[in-house]
């Protein structure tokens, strides 16, 4: 079962916020080599002064030394560069691909711009998926849970499920064996020992998400290769929207 792990970047407030929305999958051929990676990652910091109270992420590593919960003694506090260069450099290492989707926000048609920002989710979200879910022939999907989807048409789910079955049928392929997760980064403490170590496997894999979506986003909205070109040779599929 082929492991897919989605995170994004930015968000979908229309006029406001950022100009960019990031989503972007890394697709590892052995999941288990993504998990270790990361695994190792999260130690260095630790082993360095990182707060084990505050999540490793991208924008928490890269904002460490404007942050009161970043110790004085951690390492990196005011070098965020080495450890934003060290994880990036892993993710290329691990075997496997990178796709990702970048919709520019004022050029979203104003039509599209009043759905629900968890429709909008879903719909992009099947743009950036409809590749590797119409290509595997089973996935074990694993997204960054969001808030609530405060609306009631059909959940992401349901949407992503229908959407997959239908393509498939039409490319005379038998349906997809999905499997859909949703994690983040408090998740294991609300399983069982276990199951504790199924579900870090599969919050590593998102944190691994997170940088690169972080990189992808430096590129388009601050017009900073410097990130991107550490993982643009892993890039195998790229869509830049509206």
């Not at 995170?7 to 406001?16: A, K, N, Q, T």
């Not at 079955?165 to 038998?174: F, L, V, Y």
Request: hydrophobic letters at 40%.
């Amino acid at each position: 079962m082929q492991p897919i792990f989605v995170d994004e970047s930015g968000d979908l407030g229309f006029g406001c916020g950022t100009k960019y929305f990031i989503l972007a999958l890394v697709a590892p051929k052995h999941g288990k080599s993504l998990s270790k990676a990361i695994k190792n990652f999260n130690a260095h910091l630790i082993r360095n002064g990182w707060n084990p109270n505050v999540e490793i992420k991208a924008t928490n590593v890269w904002h460490a030394g404007k942050s009161a919960d970043t110790p004085v003694s951690y390492s990196y506090k005011n070098d965020p560069e080495s450890p934003m260069e060290t994880i990036l450099r892993a993710i290329a290492q691990v075997e496997g691909y990178i796709e990702f989707t970048a919709i520019k926000l004022d050029t979203v048609t104003s039509g599209l711009q009043t759905a629900p920002t968890a429709i909008l989710y879903n719909y992009f979200s099947w743009l950036l998926l409809r590749g590797p879910l119409c290509y595997f022939p089973a996935v074990e999907l694993f997204m960054d849970r969001r808030n609530k989807e405060n609306h009631h048409n059909l959940k992401f789910d349901g949407y992503i499920e229908s959407k997959v079955g239908i393509a498939r049928a039409e490319q005379n392929k038998p349906p997809l064996n999905l499997c859909i997760h949703h994690y983040h980064w408090g998740s294991p403490n609300e399983f069982k020992a276990q199951q504790r170590a199924t579900v870090e496997y599969g919050v590593r894999g998102l944190e691994a998400a997170d940088f690169v979506c972080w990189a992808i986003k430096r590129k388009f909205e601050n017009g900073d290769d410097k990130w991107y070109s550490i993982i643009e040779s892993k890039v195998r599929w790229k869509q830049a929207l509206f």
